[in-house]
Nanobody, 118 residues
């Protein structure tokens, strides 16, 4: 079955950096849309960044210029490089895959906690 496993979260001071990784398995991800979402306590889950199989990217305005999403098509990996982190970036970050064809649907990882605090 389709699995997404995130890693790389943790505690970081304001202004610091983290790199999140998402390992995807169990399907053909070639034509997929991959994304990172986050959910802070008491808030709705929001899309942070997405990337197509052609490496076209989109970002929520609040992270533009600070976060970079990338993917390794050969190894079915997706990354989120987060720089200049702010306390308001604190949230659980989820990897998402949107697939078409045989395994069509939206798939989610279990999430990884990112805490930005001094």
């Amino acid at each position: 079955q389709v699995q997404l496993v995130e890693s790389g979260g943790g505690l970081v001071q304001p202004g610091g950096s983290l790199r999140l990784s998402c390992a995807a398995s169990g399907a053909d991800f070639y034509g997929s849309l991959m994304g990172w979402h986050r959910q802070a306590p008491g808030k709705q889950r929001e899309l942070v960044a997405s990337i197509t199989s052609n490496h076209l990217t989109r970002y929520v305005d609040s992270v533009k210029g600070r976060f970079t999403i990338s993917r390794d098509m050969a190894n079915d990996m997706v990354y989120l490089q987060m720089n200049s982190l702010k306390p308001e970036d604190t949230a659980v970050y989820f990897c998402n895959a949107r697939l078409w064809g045989r395994d069509s649907g939206d798939y989610w990882g279990q999430g990884t906690q990112v805490t930005v605090s001094s």
